[in-house]
């Protein structure tokens, strides 16, 4: 009797593992996954507003996956360029011809982060979510040479690069504005970021040589980013369990 019985408990046991097998990997192959695509401004706050107050502009983007409902993760990435300097002259070929170059200077901002996504299911056109975020900013300046002319670059010139550790949180609104598959995305995400070392404008100067015009400053580096764009999802996995079960 005792053989029978662990007999018996070995068979429901494999049983159970295989369905819990076929399970796990049908939810894998369900998963959710949504992309985002949007356009953002980075507004400097604290220490970093008094070293570097001009305004970011630039584009950010990120891809989730859904693990739990209504849990996401994934990464998301942004890069912004918040001040530039430019100075056009004419130079001449070994010829006598004169040509047209531009030289400009420009600081940038990349950030690249891991990304927590919360959405509870409201069943309402319009959907809030909350976002934290765990990542880095790579801020850098760089000198870029152009033969206006051609419209083709010399040369570029890597002046400066820092990194620092950025984390913070969001708050959006997803709006649906086709069949639950494309969304209107309003988010404002506050980054706090570790000191880093990046260059500024002299206020009043106005030197001929573009990279003259800014000095390097360090700073905590804390910035609202406020940014609209679309979410679109990739797939549905709802879709595919029906088309599955139909066949």
Aim: glycine share 8%; hydrophobic share 40%; net charge negative.
């Amino acid at each position: 009797m005792k053989k029978i019985f662990l007999f018996s408990l070995f068979i429901l046991s494999s049983v159970s593992l295989r369905a819990q097998t076929e399970m796990d990997a049908e939810v894998k192959t369900k998963t959710k996954a949504t992309a985002s695509l949007n356009a953002l401004a980075g507004i400097p706050v604290g220490i970093f507003d008094e070293n570097q107050s001009r305004w970011g502009l630039g584009l950010g983007g990120n891809l989730l996956f859904e693990i739990r409902e209504p849990i996401s993760i994934g990464a998301d990435f942004s890069w912004q360029s918040y001040d530039r300097e430019s100075e056009f002259f004419i130079e001449f070929d070994e010829f006598g011809n004169p040509f047209d170059l531009k030289e400009e200077a420009s600081n940038h901002i990349l950030g690249f982060s891991g990304l927590v996504h919360v959405e509870p299911d409201l069943n309402f056109f319009i959907q809030p979510y909350f976002e934290g975020t765990f990542g880095v900013n790579r801020f850098y300046t760089k000198t870029v040479l152009t033969d206006v002319s051609l419209d083709e670059q010399i040369n570029v010139n890597n002046n400066h690069s820092d990194w620092s550790l950025s984390y913070g949180g969001a708050l959006g609104l997803l709006i649906n504005v086709w069949q639950d598959l494309l969304f209107i995305d309003l988010k404002c995400a506050y980054r706090v970021g570790n000191t880093a070392e990046y260059y500024t404008r002299i206020e009043g100067a106005n030197f001929t040589v573009p990279i003259t015009n800014f000095e390097l400053k360090t700073s905590p580096t804390n910035f609202l980013m406020p940014q609209i764009g679309v979410t679109f999802l990739l797939n549905n996995p709802e879709e595919d369990e029906y088309y599955e079960e139909e066949e």
